[in-house]
């Protein structure tokens, strides 16, 4: 997980020049009994923290549901978090959840081609389409249904 958020993050000059102000900070990434804590290198990449180091800052998803974290994700939204710590660490994370995008169709044009990666990902953006449609529909329909209506 860290290899991939640093393989993003490097492709991001901009964001790995927010990181490296941030350096020695720690961000501690928690749901339910899972978490993970990110050391801020002076590179302005991603490592392990210490198990027993201290957080500046702590993003806690407040979801219980998997289902609900992936319904609020497949939208386009961002999950319900729970944001405790330094403001400017969490004003920096925030930039990067907001303007930091995976590249994955470059990525795989290294290994396939161009035209097969590109077609691989007009597939791929076509289902996450749909998917999101999905979502919002069963979104729709519970709301609908928690107010008392009829689903149509």
Known sequence: MVLLLNHVLMREPAATERLARQKGRVVLVQWRTFFVRFLITPAGLLDLAAADGVADLSLTATDEAATTIAQSLLRGDKPAIRIEGDV?????????VDHVRWDVEDDLARIVGDAPAHTLGLVARRMAQVLRQFAGGVAASAASRDAGGTVP
């Open 88 to 96: 400017q660490l969490a004003a920096d994370v925030n930039w990067l």
